[in-house]
Nanobody
Framework: QVQLVESGGGLVQPGGSLSLSCAAS????????MGWYRQAPGKQRELVAS???????NYADSVKGRFTISRDNAKNTVYLQMSRLKPEDTAVYYC????????????????WGQGTQVTVSS
């Protein structure tokens, strides 16, 4: 079992910056991908950014050039640096761990964090 704990959400003014972090703990041998998703009221959950263990990154078009995802494999932690925030970035941000395994040949599972609120408003 893997637990994901997000931190760093809050209220920020338009144009401001905010950093999120997500630490995975529990029985972990490896995690292939880690990423951030968000869900605004009345909308579907969408991918914001993801990063795999080799370092390849993927971003939603709406955040390219403004958000940066990074990862510390040794700490099983993923970060999201958000800058030039817009009101439309307001959402609950969820961390996800893809293809996490507890042993070398164990089954793969995906896990979600509980979410952290990001509000961009003046």
């Amino acid at each position: 079992q893997v637990q994901l704990v997000e931190s760093g959400g809050g209220l920020v003014q338009p144009g401001g910056s905010l950093s999120l972090s997500c630490a995975a703990s529990g029985s972990i041998f490896s995690i292939y991908g880690m990423g951030w998703y968000r869900q605004a009221p009345g909308k579907q959950r969408e991918l914001v950014a993801s990063i795999v263990s080799g370092g390849r990154r993927n971003y939603a078009d709406s955040v390219k050039g403004r958000f940066t995802i990074s990862r510390d494999n040794a700490k099983n932690t993923v970060y999201l640096q958000m800058s030039r925030l817009k009101p439309e970035d307001t959402a609950v941000y969820y961390c996800k761990a893809d293809r996490a395994v507890s042993t070398m040949w164990g089954p793969e599972y995906d896990y979600w964090g509980q979410g952290t609120q990001v509000t961009v408003s003046s």
